[in-house]
């Protein structure tokens, strides 16, 4: 027979729930309140201030801008970040242990150091555009998700597999192609996830690095704050969090949430 759940247990898990979806009920219940200022318990209900994002021009114009730089910047975080992953694992005993924690910095680092440090060398010190500083930065700042996540994929990966395929004639680099990449699919787009929802709402980075005429829909949401007390903050905090919760079910309605443990 099974033991009853200690009411403690059960008033403790509550509050846990409450506190990480209180918020969410009032940025929601906010978004769809029919004042012309921020409040909770709404008075009435609308969709006004959702139709309101794709009237403002800059909202729109942001909204490419972050959705752009997400994806550019984790398939460039990828680019560098499996290779790395790969080489880690595979030659773990000959390479420097400390080379797995370079890899980590960018989140060891406080984010506004890391954004300060990227606006002198970047725009200030190579004068680069504003959009690829923005890139670049994007990549670095979601870098460690990558290596980090395929490198938990690798570790558990048998390579006698790969040397197996290498010796029966296929080389090297269709072996990586052909056989270590499909078995790590999972980690590979856990890692992108991770990546591009961090990204998408990455306000320290990005405030260093925007300039006139580029910006990114957080770093927007923040300038029209200072202007506007109005139910659009809230339109826009819950449409990103709509966006990610469309990237979960679209990957557990494909894959399944259990490819994350596998």
Known sequence: MHGR??????????????????????????SLSDSSFLTFPPRGLTLH??????????????????????????????LIGIPAAYALARHRVDLPKFLGNVYVLPILIPEIVLGFSLMK????????PIT????????????PYCVRV????????????????????????????????????????????????????????????????????PIQLLAHMEQFFDPTIASVSVLLMGVTVAVMAVVERTLGLTFLTK
């Open 5 to 30: 759940t200690h009411p403690l247990l059960v008033a403790f898990a509550s509050v846990v729930f409450f506190f990480l979806l209180g918020p969410l009920v009032i940025i929601i219940g906010a």
């Open 49 to 78: 201030w959702y139709q309101n994002i794709f009237d403002i021009s800059a909202f729109k114009r942001t909204m490419v801008t972050s959705f752009s730089l997400a994806v550019g910047g984790t398939a460039l975080s990828m």
């Open 121 to 128: 060398s970047l725009a200030t010190g190579l004068g680069l």
């Open 132 to 143: 690829l500083s923005l890139l670049i930065g994007h990549a670095l700042l979601v870098l």
């Open 150 to 217: 395929v490198g938990a994929s690798l570790n558990s990966f048998d390579f006698s597999i790969e040397e197996a395929a290498v010796s029966l004639g296929c080389p090297r680099w269709r072996a990586f192609f052909t056989v270590v990449l499909p078995n790590i699919r999972a980690g590979i787009i856990a890692g992108f996830i991770l990546a591009f929802i961090t990204s998408l709402n990455d306000v320290s980075v990005s405030i260093f690095l925007t300039g006139p005429g580029v910006s990114t829909l």
